[in-house]
């Protein structure tokens, strides 16, 4: 018979909750403002994140678990490190807050659905927005990026999926439907050469981003504003 356990420190509801990818340690988003972290082994509290001024949408650890981006009521996307347990980016977006963020499978990227209908992928070494979509005709609830990274997922209560090519940086497909449904892709039915190109990707992905690579290393906020494509 299985036994369960019960995380309580928050004193607001859990709006989402992250497991690292060693399961070692998970992650809660709370309307109390914070994210806390646990050790799942042990069973014991680890730390808590407290920068955000409103609700905590969302929060996910990076691939190596060495970071947490973060979004909030307060419109910003947020990244923290795990190891000295403080915010060391953020990106303010004055039109709406995001609903969920998530790394992409190489830890250099984080993409934000937005709650006004757009899907942003930020550059967390280069401090900049890289694309911004706005294919979506209301708020984007959810994201997955393909195991890739050459493409990015999004769910919004348009009623739609849509399918964003990020090394093209436009709309590859629109899925329709309100039930649980199961599309087959064709992701992988390319010409000769874009095959080539990324099957390299894959076996040779990026390298994660050192902590001294993130620029700039302190608290700071990054406005949205003209970096639309």
């Not at 995380?7 to 859990?14: D, E, G, N, Y």
């Not at 970071?67 to 977006?93: A, E, G, P, Q």
């Not at 039109?95 to 790394?103: A, W």
């Given at each position: 018979?299985?036994?369960?356990?019960?995380?309580?420190?928050?004193?607001?509801?859990?709006?989402?909750?992250?497991?690292?990818?060693?399961?070692?340690?998970?992650?809660t988003?709370?309307?109390?403002?914070?994210?806390?972290?646990?050790?799942?082994?042990?069973?014991?509290?680890?730390?808590?994140?407290?920068?955000?001024?409103?609700?905590?949408?969302?929060?996910?650890?990076?691939?190596?678990?060495?970071?947490?981006?973060?979004?909030?009521?307060?419109?910003?996307?947020?990244?923290?490190?795990?190891?000295?347990?403080?915010?060391?980016?953020?990106?303010?977006?004055?039109?709406?807050?995001?609903?969920?963020?998530?790394?992409?499978?190489?830890?250099?990227?984080?993409?934000?659905?937005?709650?006004?209908?757009t899907?942003?992928?930020?550059?967390?070494?280069?401090?900049?927005?890289?694309?911004?979509?706005?294919?979506h005709?209301?708020?984007?609830?959810?994201?997955?990026?393909?195991?890739?990274?050459?493409?990015?997922?999004s769910?919004?209560?348009?009623?739609?999926?849509?399918?964003?090519?990020?090394?093209?940086?436009?709309?590859?497909?629109?899925?329709?439907?309100?039930?649980?449904?199961?599309?087959?892709?064709?992701?992988?039915?390319?010409?000769?050469?874009?095959?080539?190109?990324?099957?390299?990707k894959?076996?040779?992905?990026?390298?994660?981003?050192?902590?001294?690579?993130?620029?700039?290393?302190?608290?700071?906020?990054h406005?949205?504003?003209?970096?639309?494509?």
């Amino acid at each position: 018979k299985g036994e369960s356990t019960i995380f309580k420190a928050h004193t607001s509801s859990v709006r989402c909750v992250d497991f690292s990818s060693d399961g070692q340690t998970i992650i809660t988003a709370s309307d109390d403002k914070s994210i806390k972290a646990w050790n799942v082994h042990h069973q014991r509290f680890l730390f808590s994140l407290s920068q955000h001024t409103n609700w905590v949408r969302c929060a996910k650890f990076s691939p190596d678990g060495r970071l947490i981006t973060s979004c909030s009521d307060d419109k910003t996307v947020r990244i923290w490190d795990t190891t000295n347990r403080v915010c060391i980016n953020t990106f303010m977006d004055y039109k709406g807050h995001s609903n969920y963020v998530n790394f992409n499978p190489s830890g250099t990227c984080v993409a934000s659905a937005g709650a006004d209908s757009t899907v942003k992928v930020w550059d967390i070494r280069m401090n900049k927005l890289l694309q911004h979509y706005q294919v979506h005709s209301a708020g984007v609830n959810s994201l997955s990026f393909h195991p890739s990274g050459n493409y990015l997922l999004s769910a919004s209560n348009d009623g739609t999926v849509k399918v964003l090519d990020l090394l093209e940086g436009r709309l590859l497909y629109t899925l329709h439907g309100h039930q649980v449904l199961v599309w087959r892709t064709n992701f992988d039915k390319f010409g000769n050469k874009k095959v080539v190109k990324l099957q390299q990707k894959r076996l040779c992905p990026e390298v994660p981003p050192h902590l001294n690579d993130i620029y700039p290393r302190s608290s700071h906020f990054h406005t949205s504003t003209g970096h639309s494509i």
